[in-house]
């Protein structure tokens, strides 16, 4: 997966989520980007195709040869800036049987990771199989009655049996429409040797497929992949299905379709309504698959479905990242929710860091006339307090490192790398030792930036001494000024002793930066 560089964010409707999913098949190189509701709603947005043929030369060799890989490089680069112009947030991307068949795959993975920081997750036969099944049992109203789910790429072909719950059945096979043209199809057009060749391999094949099926008794069969919905346009003569109507392959229709395709050669096929161009040679050895699979299988038509595996490829990550989604619906703006997203991640205490940043900015806005600092430095401060306690699961002893350690690299989002050390060091120093010259991540800060992790440091130490027992026994402060002296007072819900002790505690810093003595009254509100 990779953050797409320079990507707009929170830019779409309702706090939505903006993913593109790319699958790297045999074949051809597909891009959908989508939307993802809050709710969990999937809005497919724009597709993008280019048949690039990785799988032309590796089937038969195991091998990516290099201008294949050139060109699917190149393609890769143009769908990431496709994504970044659609304000993509996130690129997730899959390569199936030709890279993980090659024997240079890994050299290709490395070039993606090297040229185009795009990180390509190479996904497993059976794996392969359960995302076109999260796609199709998205994409259609499949019921409690199984159904037979086929899937038929360029290097394998998925077997799914399923029901809306839950797939039974999950089984690849190399028998690809590139994968078995390479291998079977050495005459154009297409010997009765080489058919006869191909058939007796499918049948070996599909007929202990067929009996597997059969124990769970499938109802109806579903077809997905470009193999297929070509074929089931040629069936229709090229004509465009009806809108909101799937296309369905009869038997009959395939079988006659079958019949005219053999004795053609591939410039004659070329020429065929319903066809892409880059599937001349393949469509032949495709075909008689598909016939085949009708045969064994008994059925009698199959339902198109448009969703495929880069459907799969988003639905799975939206089933693994509900808590993003969540967050958006909490956290409209894009910067409090990266800091969020943080904190989660570190197990937060969520209601003492919530309370210690109330009560640090409730300091911020009631000593605004001394530090003198404004609305972004409040910003990165009430940061700092919500992110201070975040270093606890490592070391309780040595949490303020741990916590500025894990902001300095925890990904946040929207911020520049000064903004991010700035709430790191303001986390550093909210207890033990103050900043000195010896700290590097201090002073590498201008005079300004270090001002503000001074008045920030100063203040998150106050606020985080008046939530001692992490009770929230603080309601309000209100200010009252005397010269040289601060006077504190606390409206409390209980008993304050603990908290105004931890306060004293930690007001020498306070005292120093913002050059006022600092006193504490309590009051019950």
Known sequence: MATVPNAPTGLTPGNSLRLAAIDVGSNSIHMIVAQIDADGGVTTLWRLKEP???????????????????????????????????????????????????????????????????????VSAREEARLIYLAVRHALPLTTKPGLIIDIGGGSVE????????????ESRKLGAARMTARYVKSDPISEDDQNKLTKHYRAELVPLAAQAAILKPDFAIGTSGTLENIAAMCAGGQEAEAGTPRII?????????????????????????????????????????????????????????????????????????????????????????????????????????????????????????HKLGPLERELIEYAALLHDIGWHIDRRKHHKHSAYLILNGDLRDFSRDEVEIIANI?????????????????????????????GSALLRIADGLDRSHASVVQT?????????????????????LEVWGARRKRQWFEKVLGRKLRFQTAEA
């Not at 077997?159 to 059945?169: E, N, P, W």
């Not at 988003?314 to 619906?329: A, F, G, K, S």
């Not at 800060?445 to 008045?455: A, D, E």
């Not at 209100?478 to 606390?490: M, P």
């Open 250 to 370: 009869e038997r009959k229709a395939l079988e006659k379709l079958v019949k005219s395709l053999l004795p053609m050669t591939s410039a004659q096929r070329a020429r065929l309504p319903g066809l892409d161009d880059g599937r001349k040679d393949q469509i032949v050895a495709g075909s008689l698959l598909v016939a085949k699979i009708f045969r064994q299988f008994d059925l009698k038509r199959l339902t198109i479905c448009p969703a495929a595996l880069r459907e799969g490829i988003l639905l799975d990550y939206l089933t693994r990242h509900v808590p993003d989604l969540q967050i958006r619906r909490e956290v409209p703006d894009p910067r409090r929710r990266s800091v969020i997203d943080l904190a989660r991640r570190c197990d937060w205490h969520q209601s003492h860091s919530e309370q210690v940043a109330n009560l640090t900015l409730q300091l911020f806005d009631q000593t605004a006339r001394i």
């Open 477 to 497: 402060i209100r200010s009252k000024w005397e010269d040289d002296r601060l006077t504190l007072r606390l409206l409390t819900r209980a008993d304050a002793e």
């Open 427 to 455: 986390t550093r120093y909210h207890r033990k030792q103050t900043p000195t010259v010896k700290h590097k991540s201090y002073t590498r800060l201008n005079i300004h930036q270090q001002q503000v992790v001074n008045v």
């Open 52 to 122: 690039v043929g990785l799988g032309r030369m590796s089937f038969p060799s195991h091998r990516l040869n290099k201008e294949a890989m050139d060109r699917a490089i190149a393609t890769l680069a143009r769908f990431q800036q496709a994504a970044v112009q659609r304000q993509c947030e996130k690129i997730v991307a899959v390569a199936t049987s030709a890279i993980r068949e090659a024997t240079n795959g890994g050299d290709f993975i490395e070039r993606c990771k090297r040229e185009l920081k795009l990180y390509i997750k190479v």
């Open 159 to 170: 077997f799914i049996v399923g029901d809306g719950k839950r797939a039974g059945m999950l």
